[in-house]
């Protein structure tokens, strides 16, 4: 029988990704002209930057979800 301990216990957790200042800043410079990436723009972008492709593409991810959320609260914040 699993217990709430034993399920614990067998959950693993991600490393969570620290990009430096440089893989920032081409990200996001990157980000500026170009939303949407290919697979190709991303692969070549994790290539340069030295990041697992999984990351770069995590990383546009969560980056337009952020613009939305703020696009979202500005929209509140004015009516």
């Known amino acids: 029988m699993n217990t709430t301990q034993d399920k614990q216990a067998k959950r693993t957790w991600k490393v969570r990704s620290k990009l430096d200042s440089t893989q ?11 939303i949407y990436p290919s697979r190709d723009e991303m692969a070549s972008l994790a290539n340069e930057a030295g990041l697992p492709y999984k990351i770069v593409k995590t990383w546009f ?14 929209i509140i914040d004015e009516t």
Do not use: C, G, I
Not at 26 to 31: N, Q, T
Not at 61 to 74: A, G, I, L, P
């Open 24 to 34: 920032s800043k081409m990200l996001a410079d990157f980000y500026e002209s170009q």
């Open 61 to 74: 991810h969560n980056r337009r979800q952020r613009e939305r959320e703020r696009e979202v609260s500005n």
